[in-house]
């Protein structure tokens, strides 16, 4: 089981916005995947369709996570049933996207002194999971307790970056942030990469950030880069997957993101599954 957290320091880069392009990739791909919506905000919560429930949001089970049971307070994503109505699976097999769903509870967890015991909360909480190949975190704007906590119980972790200045810094931050806690909590942690989005490709300054950020970041510039798209709003409004929204404009973010979940991911069997799908 891969776990990869989404992360920025600088907010306002699309972070959610990457977690859920790659969270539809690996649904259309047929890969079992679980979003933890680690944001206080619970934007991906809301752009994954999940409705409601009784189930416990993960800050309450983060509070309890020696004996939480993860497995059974996920959410299905409002996804899945688009995507078995537009291709039903031949072998009978349901498509897995769930969710653990976000809440501003979480937020008690979002400060820069917790210990390395509150650090496993959520390591403990995954460690218990069966049946996912990719969990995929989306982490707060920040470097404060929740992001840790889910570097702690990762094994990647991917950067969103806009080719902006400030952005640019901030991942220049982020990639210092990441190997100090690396040396001190987590020395199996790697860089899954950087993705560059929200990209204009008639922009000068774009295309001037882009070869700084080839200079800076060398192969950690993740292929492709993800173009702005002028109905992203539109399709997230809907709370709906980007590979089941009609249009050329989303088979070409769609196509995007399954290239990006494909150089992302450094698992054999992952990668094997999504080149057939490709």
Known sequence: MQVVSISS????????????????????????????????????????????????????????????????????????????????????????LDVAVGSAYSGIYDRPDLGKRDLRRLTTLLSRLEGYGLVLIDCPPSLNGLTRMAWTASNRVLLVAEPGLFSVAGTERTMRAIELFKREFAPNLSTAGIVANRVRPGSNEHTFRLAEMR???????????????????????????????????????????DELLRNMLDSGRLRSRVARRA
Do not use: C
């Open 9 to 96: 320091l600088k907010g306002g880069v699309g972070k959610t916005s990457v977690t859920l392009g790659l969270a539809s990739a690996a649904l259309a791909a047929g890969i079992p995947t679980l979003v933890v919506d680690l944001d206080p905000h619970a934007d991906a919560t809301t752009g994954l369709g999940v409705r409601s429930a009784d189930q416990l949001d993960i800050g309450r089970l983060l509070k309890i996570a020696r004996r939480g049971d993860l497995a059974s307070n996920v959410m299905p994503s409002g996804w899945v049933a688009s995507a078995i109505e537009q291709n039903p699976p031949s072998s009978g097999t349901k498509p897995i």
């Open 215 to 257: 200079q800076m970041f060398g192969d950690l510039l993740l292929s492709p880069t993800i173009t702005e798209q002028a109905n992203w709003q539109q399709i997230q409004g809907a709370t709906h997957s980007v590979h089941h929204w009609p249009g050329e404009s989303a088979r070409n973010a769609a196509g995007y993101f």
